[in-house]
């Protein structure tokens, strides 16, 4: 397993900006897809979005569309995720993980290594 720290969640506004950073320990980060996912309060955790190794192999959540961006860089062992228009249904904690079985990229049971997460906060 890799150790992954979530950072940059807060609160902002409806219609503001904010941008979530993965660092991941071991220098196997580099080969694993990796994703995130987020829980509401009394929901349960859902894809966000997921990244390839390269960055060339990207899904987003249809909620999450045109709004949201994944990247990462390898050589910092970080992954991002850029949240812009967020709005009050976008609250949530965000957490990070490692792709590390043969299921489809949607699919938590896919990923390990889960970060302790981030807490996005958007205010109406």
């Known amino acids: 397993q890799v150790q992954l720290v979530e950072t940059g969640g807060g609160l902002v506004q409806a219609g503001g900006s904010l941008r979530l950073s993965c660092a991941g320990s071991?220098?196997?980060?580099?080969?694993?897809?990796m994703g995130w996912f987020r829980q509401a309060p009394g929901k349960e955790r859902e894809f966000v979005a997921t990244i390839n190794w390269s960055g060339g192999d990207i899904y987003y959540a249809d909620s999450v569309k045109g709004r949201f961006t994944i990247s990462r860089d390898n050589a910092k062992n970080t992954m991002y995720l850029q949240m812009n228009s967020l709005k009050p249904e976008d609250t949530a904690v965000y957490y990070c993980?490692?792709?590390?079985?043969?299921?489809?990229?949607?699919?938590?049971?896919?990923?390990?290594?889960w970060g302790q997460g981030t807490q996005v906060t958007v205010s109406s």
């Open positions: 071991g220098r196997t980060f580099s080969t694993y897809r």
């Open positions: 993980a490692r792709k590390f079985s043969s299921g489809t990229v949607y699919q938590q049971t896919a990923y390990d290594s």
